[in-house]
């Protein structure tokens, strides 16, 4: 058990912990212009070295962890302190990347579904910046159809033996483990033949390659296994109850992507391209400050900006309080992706041919960045899967219709070739 | 969110046995087809329930359930959203907002409003204008014992029902609002259809139409803030009724999509329909979420107000008409007739889109509200 010298006594009150934040930020940690803050491109080694630093400053300063239990070295506190110190830390630089998936998908789907010793060294170490996690759950024969994975764990001994592939993995490349999901049973139906795995990324037998993607981004990795050996230590919550614990990290997942855990600390954006656009200097720069019609669409822009965040508390504290079932974090999901998509149009519309042929005054970054729109409707299970949850799951209606339900998976059809 | 308060509970379940009781859809119907916009007597009921207290300060003989009257309203706005109830709440709430911040010489009115007896409402807009409420063409001329008041105002909602009238008129070069009452010679009240069932709205000729000193409702410096209170009120209650109105249909909507069976299967088993399901329920969240978040700025006087009521307004006006619309879709051909309820929805949400602000005027309002946030 690790505890802090400054950890605040329970009864410390938001306002309290927040001044005590806001004091000990400005002698810690660098201070930065939120409005135009230091690249943290995931695609690089650097960002990955300097927020594991920054990691270890705010652990030992007693603010790392504030919503992780106490037992794993977090500081067991309510959002509402996790909010204050969000609030207080935003002129400062954070180690924003690690927010997602390490702490807001990995390490609290560690906390629902690990052992008590994967609890102790993995929550922990995330905490202290000495770990970085990732999921690896997609793979190249599909997406959106997780269950259906078939790279495959074959017990040889007392060991699990791994081959195959995947892909989609954010940043495998500077992480230390990822949590794997493969088929330890053919046999079954596809969601009771899987067991998630706890894996060294660094271990014999994987290799891993970037992916690049239409913007240039060489985050995304695609991981090969090959006689990839772990021990029974490396199971996460039961073997062939894969599923369970992959559904833990896909319910935080979409949490997370709209914003809307408790994990994460720090609410910067990651770089230039991640800053909310500011349409008024946006206009400036066109010299269209008294364009209405620009004007108006920017507004529009802006009203769904604000609806979107009004949208993800108001979500939040329903799941709280039941009012919302816990599905409901797929509302946030398809509106992340749906005013993504807006705010990107819109910025294409108001500049014109500037952001598509370069004038020197780097609105065809904003051209760039349409190129790659989708990526916001696809990553974290698309807008579609995202749809058929809201309409199953909170409101209820059939399923669709799936073939290979109550199928042993070896019977099932797969990709042709 | 849930509803904790146990004073607003108990408040909320009253007003709505109220509403299903004496104001159900069928009566609803009935009214139209009488030619009649509300009963007076059926508006005293309401006044006696607190319907029209809630923003007034208890020495001026108001009060409300929970101390927090913006939301107290907000909720009988949403609760009359789910029969689209008749009745004069918005315009009666809205010159109540300003004659609580400025009640000298007017305490007679303000009673007689809480209690019911007397309708009033407030006399903004003008012909052939769109919504600016501080650029008034009717003007109030100083006169030897008070002001003389020249010109028309239309959309005004009860206007042909109501004793008195808010106006807001050019004076001394600057808006100002007058305490009017209807009975005055000079005044003469057309009505004005509108495409609600029952909401009538009326054009209000003023010609020479003299009132005392007394008659003016604050000063000229205060003017533009007691304007932008009364606003705010008259928007979040669009919003907070539209979402009632919302809460409702889809919930009808949805159990359609279990019940009507095509193909031998449930309409909403398509993915085609669950998806419109799924947009449906996104929006209403979303439409709540926002008017939830106005609701609060207005009720804390936040100096934010004035965007998130526009966020609200703008965001509930692009989308509500349209999801009205995607339910008659989900209905089928039923879903177009006058028998079916939908359309008697769909005329309030299509109504309160285009008053008060249309979404692009408010998109605008965000984008100049924002700007002036901006260091320069």
Redesign the interface.
């Known amino acids: 058990m690790t505890e802090t010298a400054s950890a605040p006594a329970q009864t410390e009150s938001v306002d309290e912990f927040a001044a005590r934040a806001r004091a000990w930020l400005a002698d810690n940690m660098p201070s930065i212009d939120p409005a135009n803050p230091p690249e943290h491109d995931r695609g690089e080694e650097q960002p990955w070295l300097r927020a594991r630093e920054l990691q270890k400053k705010l652990y030992e300063g007693g603010f790392a962890g504030i919503c992780f239990p106490r037992e794993y070295g977090g500081l067991g506190l309510s959002i509402a302190y996790q909010k204050a110190f969000n609030e207080e830390s935003r002129n400062y630089e954070m180690p924003v990347i690690l927010n997602t998936p390490t702490f807001t998908i990995c390490a609290a789907t560690i906390l629902d579904t690990g052992s008590e010793d994967q609890k102790h060294q993995h929550i922990s170490a995330v905490l202290r910046g000495d770990e970085v996690l990732v999921q690896l759950l997609s793979e190249p024969s599909g997406g959106s159809d997780l269950a259906g994975v078939i790279t495959r764990a074959d017990r040889r001994g007392d060991k699990w033996v791994i081959n195959g592939a995947k892909t989609w993995s954010t940043s495998a490349f500077a992480a230390d483990y990822g949590l794997m999901l493969a088929r330890t049973n053919w046999d079954v139906p596809k969601h009771e033949g899987l067991t998630m795995f706890l894996v060294p990324i660094n271990s014999p037998g994987i290799t891993l390659r970037r992916i690049k993607q239409v913007n240039g981004s060489v985050e995304f990795c695609e991981e090969f296994f090959d006689n990839l050996e772990l021990g029974d230590d490396a199971v996460v919550g039961e073997v062939n109850g894969g599923w369970h614990v992959a559904s833990r990290q896909l319910h935080h997942e979409r949490r997370a992507v709209g914003g809307g855990s408790e994990f994460a600390s720090g609410i910067g954006a990651e770089g230039k391209s991640d800053v909310p656009i ?4 946006l206009l400036a720069t066109l010299g269209q400050d008294d364009n ?1 019609r620009l ?6 822009a ?3 900006r ?3 965040d ?2 993800i ?3 939040y ?2 799941v709280l ?4 079932p816990p599905a ?1 974090g797929s ?1 946030i999901r ?2 992340h992706a749906e005013i993504h998509h807006l705010e990107i149009d819109t910025v294409l519309a108001i500049t014109g041919s500037a952001g598509v042929v370069d004038g020197g005054d780097d609105l065809i970054r904003y051209g760039d960045r349409y190129l790659s729109r989708q990526a916001s409707a696809l990553g974290g299970g698309t807008t ?1 899967i ?3 949850i ?3 799951r ?5 399923r ?1 219709y799936a073939a290979d339900r109550g199928v042993p998976f070896n019977q099932v059809k797969r990709n042709k070739g | ?2 509803e904790t308060n146990p004073e607003r509970l108990l408040f909320a379940s009253t007003t709505q046995s109220f509403l299903e009781k004496e104001a159900p859809l069928s009566r609803l119907r009935e009214l139209h087809q009488a030619g009649i916009s509300f009963e007076a007597d059926w508006w005293r009921r309401a006044a006696e329930l607190g319907w029209t207290s809630l923003l007034v300060p208890e020495h001026l003989g108001g009060g409300s359930v929970s101390g927090d009257g913006v939301a107290d309203l907000a909720l009988v706005a949403e609760l009359v959203g789910r029969t689209v109830a008749p009745g004069p709440l918005h315009p009666v709430s809205t010159v109540l907002a300003g004659l609580a911040e400025a009640p000298e010489n007017h305490q007679e009115t303000i009673e007689s409003l809480v209690s019911g007896e007397v309708v009033g409402s407030w006399a903004v807009y003008e012909p052939g204008k769109p919504w600016s409420p501080l650029d008034a063409a009717v003007t109030a001329t100083r006169t030897a014992t008070g002001f003389r008041i020249d010109g028309v105002k239309d959309r005004v909602e009860a206007g042909v029902d109501s004793g008195v009238l808010l106006v807001v008129a050019q004076c001394d070069g600057a808006a100002r609002q007058f305490l009017v009452s209807t009975d005055l010679p000079g005044i003469r009240v057309e009505p004005q259809r509108s495409i609600d069932l029952v909401k009538s709205y009326a054009r209000v000729h003023f010609d020479g139409v003299e009132v005392d000193e007394s008659a003016a409702v604050g000063s000229a410096e205060q003017t533009p803030d007691l304007i932008a209170r009364q606003s705010q009120i008259a928007q979040v209650l669009q919003c907070a009724e539209v979402v009632g109105i919302l809460d409702t249909v889809l919930a009808f909507t ?1 159990q359609w ?2 019940d009507r069976h095509s193909f031998g ?2 309409i ?2 398509y ?1 085609a329909l ?2 419109k ?3 449906l ?2 929006w209403f ?2 439409c ?3 008017s ?2 106005a609701v609060a700025a207005v009720a804390a006087r936040s100096p934010d107000a004035d ?2 009521v ?3 307004k ?2 509930v006006g ?1 989308h509500a008409p349209g999801m009205l619309q995607d339910c008659v879709q989900l209905h089928g051909g039923i879903g177009v007739t006058w028998e079916h309820d939908l359309h008697l929805f769909l005329r309030r949400t299509t109504l309160y889109r285009s008053m008060f602000g249309t ?2 005027e ?7 509200l ?2 002036e946030l ?1 260091p320069a």
């Open positions: 500011d349409y008024v200097a209405e004007r108006e669409l920017a507004g529009r802006l009203v769904h604000a609806v979107r009004q949208l508390d108001h979500v504290h329903g309080d039941g009012s919302l409901a509302i398809v509106t579609e995202a749809k058929n809201i309409g199953e909170i409101l209820g209606f059939p669709e | 969110m849930t949805i999509g279990f299967r449930p909403g088993s993915q669950k998806h399901y799924a947009d329920k996104i969240e979303s709540r979420a926002t939830n978040a965007l998130a526009s966020v609200a703008s965001y692009e979404p692009d408010h998109n605008l309002r965000v984008y100049d924002t700007k901006e």
